[in-house]
């Protein structure tokens, strides 16, 4: 049983570029959340997505939206790069209200 | 505003001892506390959870103790493995309505020495 996936591994963009990370949940998993996690911190919540509506959102701008598809993958899109942009973006799929599961995680440098 | 605290950043410790790692927390709104492990390069893992209306979890070397009044949690591993060298986090959360979402502490980067 394959676990959460997460694509690309590492990603290097410019300020202002737009970018797009993809997340597998675990197999029958309908919940999809997304979490950024800076250098030295713990992973922050961005947004939460079951029946491809978000429920849930942290306190990050409208550059992030995200997405999630019929069959539970989810995408999470950011737009005009930071520099503060630059982390690791975790993905965690859950049934419902249940454990959260993690992927890898994708390693975002803008630059 | 740090809702979650892991106010030590690091700690050593010697193998087949007991390693003890704290979290702090400051709303006590929050009924549902996890703990996480993560190595380098991977997500974190699921380690061990507890409901507040629990005071102490187990689950093989891992125990987690919730003590509500003073809005502390801490993971005891005993005896400590080399292989748990990792950064732990500490969650938390409060059930139900739209806040499920999980709020974490900064991390304990745990070593154990062989």
């Known amino acids: 049983d394959a676990g959460v996936t997460q694509s690309p591994t590492h990603l290097i963009k410019t300020r202002g570029q737009q970018v797009t990370l993809r997340c597998s949940p675990k197999s029958g998993h309908d919940t999809v959340s997304w979490y950024q996690q800076a250098l030295g911190q713990g992973p922050q919540f961005i947004f939460q997505y079951y029946e491809e509506e978000e429920r849930q959102r942290g306190n990050f701008p409208d550059r992030f939206s995200g997405h999630q598809f019929p ?41 | ?40 390069a991977e997500g974190p893992t699921f380690l061990i959870s507890i409901s507040s209306i629990k005071d102490k979890n187990e689950d093989g070397r891992f125990t987690v103790f919730l003590n509500k009044s003073a809005k502390h949690l801490s993971l005891h591993i005993v005896p400590s493995q080399p292989g748990d060298s990792a950064v732990y986090f500490c969650a938390a959360r409060r059930t139900g309505g739209a806040t499920n979402k999980l709020i974490f502490g900064t991390g304990t980067l745990l070593a154990v020495q062989p």
């Open chain 1, 71 to 111: 069959n539970y993958s989810s995408e999470l899109n950011v737009n005009a790069l930071l520099l503060g942009d630059s982390a690791l973006y975790l993905c965690a799929s859950s049934l419902g209200a249940g454990t959260r599961f993690f992927g890898p995680g994708t390693r975002l440098t803008v630059l």
């Open chain 2, 1 to 40: 505003d740090q809702q979650v605290k892991q106010n030590s950043p690091s700690l050593s410790v010697q193998e087949g001892r007991i390693s003890i790692l704290n979290c702090d927390y400051t709303n006590s709104m929050f009924d549902y506390f996890l703990w996480y492990k993560k190595y380098p």
